[in-house]
Nanobody, 123 residues
């Protein structure tokens, strides 16, 4: 059974950093991509970032380029999302998911999602 557990969210002030973690199990971690998505209240879910050992560069949505960094530790079956310079617009529930590929990110999910972690950024 595929399991994903996102953690690391919280309530922070604008300008600070958070690091999200996505602990995965139940599949061969380095044979798939891991993506981060977010959904703010009243808005549709949007792809944030994705990493795959089969692709040369991680994917980043334009609205996080230069601020967020995705990484993974295959030995720990864990992916991370380092989020710097957070703004109130980054407030959302962040989910990690198993993807077949990173681009286009919205077409990649296999259907396995974690429960999500809340990130709230105050101004």
């Amino acid at each position: 059974e595929v399991q994903l557990q996102a953690s690391g969210g919280g309530l922070v002030e604008a300008g600070v950093s958070l690091r999200l973690s996505c602990a995965a199990s139940g599949f061969v971690f380095d044979e798939y991509a891991i993506g981060w998505f977010r959904q703010a209240p009243g808005k549709e879910r949007e792809g944030v970032s994705c990493i795959s050992s089969g692709e040369s560069h991680p994917y980043y949505a334009d609205f996080v380029k230069g601020r967020f960094t995705i990484s993974s530790d295959n030995a720990k079956n864990t992916a991370y999302l380092q989020m710097n310079s957070l703004t109130p617009e980054d407030t959302a529930v962040y989910y990690c998911a198993v993807l077949y590929f990173c681009v286009p990110i919205d077409a990649g999910p296999t259907g396995s999602w974690g429960r999500g972690t809340q990130v709230t950024v105050s101004s």
